[in-house]
C-alpha cells in the first residue's frame, strides 16, 4: 500500500527554518515525483516544489525560490523540504504529495495527511 508521511512542522518565528520530511512507502521514489503543496485557512491549495523521479530536476513556486529547498534521498525513501527565511505567510498546512512519471503534475495521485507550519512571533 502506497504510503506518504509528513513530518517536521511546528511554531518558528519570522526568519527561523524548518526542515519537513517526507517519508515514503509501499513504492520507490526512482518512478515517482514528488511534490510539497500547502493550503493556508481560506486560501486554494497551492504548489510549493517538485523534485522529479530521477532527482535531477527541481522546480519553485515564485514565492519560495531561494529560501527553500526541495531534495530527495533515494536510499531513505525520503523527501525534505528545507526551509529557511520563514514568513508569516508561509503559514500553512504542507502535504507532500506522489506521481508516477518524471514530473509534478496538477492532479497528483497520492497525498500525505500534511504537517502543520506556523511561522508567528
Known amino acids: 500500500q502506497l504510503q506518504l508521511v509528513e513530518s517536521g512542522g511546528g511554531l518558528v518565528q519570522p526568519g527561523g527554518s524548518l526542515r519537513l520530511s517526507c517519508a515514503a512507502s509501499g513504492f520507490t521514489l526512482d518512478y515517482y515525483a514528488i511534490g510539497w503543496f500547502r493550503q493556508a485557512p481560506g486560501k486554494e491549495r497551492e504548489g510549493v516544489s517538485c523534485i522529479s523521479s530521477s532527482g535531477g530536476s527541481t522546480n519553485y513556486a515564485d514565492s519560495v525560490k531561494g529560501r527553500f529547498t526541495i531534495s530527495g534521498d533515494n536510499a531513505k525513501n525520503t523527501v525534505y523540504l528545507q526551509m529557511n527565511s520563514l514568513k508569516p505567510e508561509d503559514t500553512a498546512v504542507y502535504y507532500c504529495?506522489?506521481?508516477?512519471?518524471?514530473?509534478?503534475?496538477?492532479?497528483?495521485?497520492?497525498w500525505g495527511q500534511g504537517t502543520q507550519v506556523t511561522v508567528s512571533s
Open positions: 504529495a506522489a506521481e508516477p512519471g518524471p514530473m509534478c503534475v496538477d492532479r497528483m495521485g497520492y
